[in-house]
């Protein structure tokens, strides 16, 4: 795609090229290669001086350096991108902008300063009814604001409003996410058992959709939550899948994130060497990929590891060394540090005795500016804080000993609660209508073969005998041969009204309306079929000719789809007759694969393609009948669930007792061989 751009000179088109590439790679995670794409974008956009075009170009630039971690040079390009937000006058791009420096804020842990970035851009995105964009953002912001902010239910009820529409919109992953979020949540504050029934929920929902990665990270959340109510197998099994999955995916943060889950498992089991083994990894990962935002989890890791092995001598400087990176790294972030301190006081009360007067302590102004500067000049020799830094007196209650927060979570509960049981109903009420409409799919598909088996073996038989007696009664089998045809016109008719009515009655959807559509077909065969001269047919045996009926067969599927030469051509090359047997089976197997590829191999909006699908039938010298079918679409998974049509394909190539192969090659390939005897066919002019 990218040579054809090239070559013809068109950079509008060699821009977009470009983009569409970067989106292919941006779906395997290899920024590396996404990241020139987008910079040879935002050069032809300049050439274009098409200040949107760059606009877009270095937004995306941006989202691949925030993704792909690449820090150093985001912020620069944020810069660029917003000297051009601002010079568009474009209220929604400064908006986007702010989005992105929000998230790259909250994902090196700095929240408060996050926060605002958010809000600004929210509400922009709320004000020009951007639903896709603010839910996303809101979706950030109450990240940010449950790790920066002090409790507040009113996050628990926004998260709750973007399951709901998430829901409405059938996209599991976003569903999945605030999911996980609500997870989040609830561990916060403590209610662990909530968090494992949202993260569980979460989990199966990235399982349905086959997302593995955010699969196995929701499962170490999830094994996090299960450590602090000691289900230490179910731990255990979570932590191993986890593993080979990360392994398949060789994605490095996700194995930081689990050597530290692990080391707390061995720690909760008292294996001290397994869980150092294991951090000593996560360090050196640290240092080598510069992941900084793993290192406050590290000290905190190494700190439990000791506490919960009893080793007291080496817990001290562990504990001072996390107080002590906690200080250092988020100084002007003072409500960051309490939340961090107040979460490990909940979720390991007993591991320091003096936490509870560090975390009061903090909330002095006076005390938290002497501690800070405590921190910048000791050494990593020192393992304590002394005491004449510490507030004694009125010890710090737990995070969430607010009746008034317990009152509004409470009833938030409810509310979620009740509207799960509703989608819990709604969701059974589906599968039930689901059911019925499969019956149904099974009653109209079972009548209509058998009824189209009858008419074949009926049709087959008269013939047989009728040629027979036709030297002896020619005038007799002409006639009878027109009453068949009106015979299985009418019939077909029946079956087409019949459809119709079971659409009407039962409302089985698109398979059935298909079905019709290929009754119709055969309809359509029939129709030719009898404007063709009969009596020649029956006497020689060469009854359907394939050019004229492949022709016909794909002129109507065309109007079918309201596809036009424009869009898409058919070239057809069958310039043989046969008999109604092969020819029938032929047509009908022909009409399946040109169905797939109108709805599968072409994209609506590649109208410039050269959409083109290649039908072939010849017989060669010793009367092998070869089928090629080709398309230049995407090609067809030749592996998977297999629907219909497939289905329908196979009875007639098993029908016929023919060959078949297919593959894949810039577009997809069927061919078809059927051994004929020489009285079977007759070649044509093409």
């Avoid at 731990?235 to 889950?261: H, W």
């Avoid at 169905?595 to 909006?605: G, I, L």
């Amino acid at each position: 795609m990218l040579r054809i751009a090239q070559k013809s000179g068109n950079k509008l088109f060699e821009y977009k090229a470009n983009l569409a590439l970067a989106r292919c790679e941006r779906k395997k995670r290899d920024y590396k290669k996404v990241i020139p794409y987008v910079k040879r974008s935002i050069a032809l956009s300049k050439e274009l001086k098409d200040n949107d075009l760059t606009f877009e170009a270095y937004y995306s630039l941006a989202k691949d350096y925030l993704d792909g971690e690449y820090f150093t040079s985001l912020i620069p390009a944020l810069e660029e991108v917003m000297q051009y937000a601002v010079k568009n006058n474009d209220e929604l791009q400064v908006a986007k902008v702010n989005y992105v420096y929000g998230f790259y804020y909250a994902t090196i842990d700095l929240d408060t300063k996050a926060l605002p970035y958010l809000e600004k851009a929210l509400k922009v995105f709320q004000e020009k009814k951007e639903h896709l964009l603010g839910n996303d953002c809101k979706l950030q912001y109450t990240v940010s604001a449950l790790k920066a902010l002090p409790p507040d239910p009113g996050l628990l009820r926004n998260l709750l409003e973007s399951v709901s529409y998430y829901a409405e919109r059938n996209s599991k992953v976003k569903s999945a996410y605030c999911r996980a979020l609500i997870g989040m949540y609830y561990y916060l504050y403590g209610d662990y058992g909530q968090s494992i029934t949202n993260y569980t929920y979460a989990r199966n929902l990235y399982k349905e959709h086959k997302n593995q990665v955010q699969y196995a990270l929701t499962g170490l959340d999830l094994a996090n939550a299960l450590l602090l109510k000691d289900d230490l197998n179910a731990v255990d099994a979570i932590i191993k899948e986890s593993e080979e999955i990360f392994r398949d995916n060789d994605y490095t943060q996700g194995n930081i994130i689990l050597y530290i889950t692990r080391s707390k498992y061995y720690a909760f089991l008292k294996e001290k060497e397994k869980a150092l083994d294991l951090l000593k990894k996560v360090k050196k990962l640290i240092a080598e990929r510069e992941y900084n935002i793993y290192t406050k989890d590290y000290y905190r890791t190494l700190a439990l590891v000791y506490y919960k092995s009893n080793d007291n001598q080496e817990k001290r400087p562990a504990l001072f060394a996390y107080y002590q990176y906690l200080f250092r790294k988020f100084y002007t972030e003072k409500n960051i540090i309490l939340r961090d301190l107040l979460i490990t006081h909940q979720d390991y009360p007993e591991m320091d005795s003096g936490l509870p007067y560090l975390i009061n302590t903090i909330k002095d102004p006076g005390y938290f500016e002497k501690l800070h500067a405590f921190f910048e000049n000791s050494s990593s020799k020192d393992t304590g804080i002394p005491d004449s830094l510490l507030l004694r007196s009125s010890l710090v209650s737990d995070v969430d000993s607010s009746n008034l927060f317990y009152r509004e979570l409470e009833a938030i509960d409810a509310v979620a609660n009740k509207k799960l049981i509703q989608a819990e109903l709604a969701k059974q009420e589906s599968e039930k209508r689901l059911m019925e409409s499969r019956l149904w799919f099974a009653i109209i598909i079972t009548v209509i073969i058998a009824v189209l088996t009858i008419l074949l073996i009926i049709y087959l038989r008269v013939v047989q005998k009728n040629k027979k007696r036709a030297e002896r009664d020619k005038a007799t089998i002409e006639s009878l041969q027109v009453q068949l045809n009106h015979l299985i016109e009418n019939n077909l008719k029946s079956i087409s009204s019949f459809i119709d009515k079971a659409i009407t009655s039962s409302e089985p959807g698109e398979a059935v309306e298909s079905l019709k559509n290929r009754v119709d077909i055969i309809h359509q065969f029939h129709e030719t079929y009898k404007k063709q001269g009969l009596k020649n047919k029956i006497m020689t045996g060469y009854d359907v000719d394939l050019q004229k009926h492949i022709e016909n067969t794909c002129s109507y599927l065309k109007n079918f789809y309201n596809y036009d030469d424009g869009f898409l051509k058919i070239n057809v090359d069958a310039p043989v007759t046969v008999g109604y047997n092969v020819g029938i089976n032929l047509v009908l197997l022909i009409s399946e694969l040109v169905q797939n590829s109108c709805k599968y191999a072409f994209n609506d909006d590649d109208v410039d393609r050269g959409n083109i699908i290649r039908i072939a039938v010849t017989v060669d010298d010793k009367h092998m009948l070869t089928l090629h079918y080709q398309d230049n679409g995407a090609g067809k998974p030749l592996e998977g669930e297999r629907g219909l049509g497939s289905e329908l394909i196979e009875d007639i190539v098993r029908t016929i007792q023919a060959k078949t192969s297919e593959y894949n090659d810039n577009g997809y390939h069927f061919f078809l061989e059927r051994k004929l005897r020489h009285n079977e066919y007759k070649k044509t002019e093409p």
